[in-house]
């Protein structure tokens, strides 16, 4: 992907982490976008958020996704809604909806740390109660992610 700063790539990767794990931080606080949270829209604007500091709009697009593929999303993003709609804590089921987001690769690049900024603000918005380290180093994309690495607590009780 070309980048904003014409850096080279052992340089990109330096700034980008930096830039993007300050930005994830920023999503914490600050998360309120004009779409609605369980709609690739959302996502979409999240994947922006992180990444247009580096690289240009044409390359932060979406992946050409088949009409199944949107169906798919949608429902992913229709069970996440239900877990956190009916104020169930459930780290589990949004886990593995989120590891088959993942697995979808929607983006060019990102898809990791911007499934984790959606994480992050899930768990803001909906008070989910989770402990999560937007500092820790990605590495293993979705092995992270479906192990819990990032979240430290479970929970499988009705938040009241």
Not at 76 to 105: A, G, P, R, T
Request: charged content about 30%; some cysteine; proline content about 1%.
């Amino acid at each position: 992907m070309r980048n904003k700063l014409g850096l080279s790539n052992e340089k990109l990767l330096l700034v980008e982490k930096d830039i993007v794990r300050t930005k994830l931080n920023l999503l914490d606080e600050e998360f309120l976008f004009n779409n609605d949270i369980f709609s690739l829209e959302y996502i979409k604007e999240i994947h922006l958020f992180l990444f247009s500091d580096l690289y240009y709009g044409e390359e932060l697009g979406l992946r050409t996704l088949t009409l199944e593929k949107l169906k798919y999303i949608e429902v992913l993003l229709n069970s996440i809604k239900e877990i956190c709609i009916n104020k169930y804590s459930c780290v589990e089921i949004i886990m593995e909806s989120l590891v088959k987001f993942w697995e979808l690769q929607i983006f060019k690049d990102g898809n990791t740390r911007t499934l984790l900024g959606y994480l992050s603000i899930l768990n803001k918005a909906f008070i989910l109660n989770l402990n999560i380290d937007l500092n820790k180093e990605i590495k293993n994309r979705p092995s992270e992610l479906s192990n819990n690495s990032f979240v430290n607590q479970k929970q499988l009780t009705k938040v009241k």
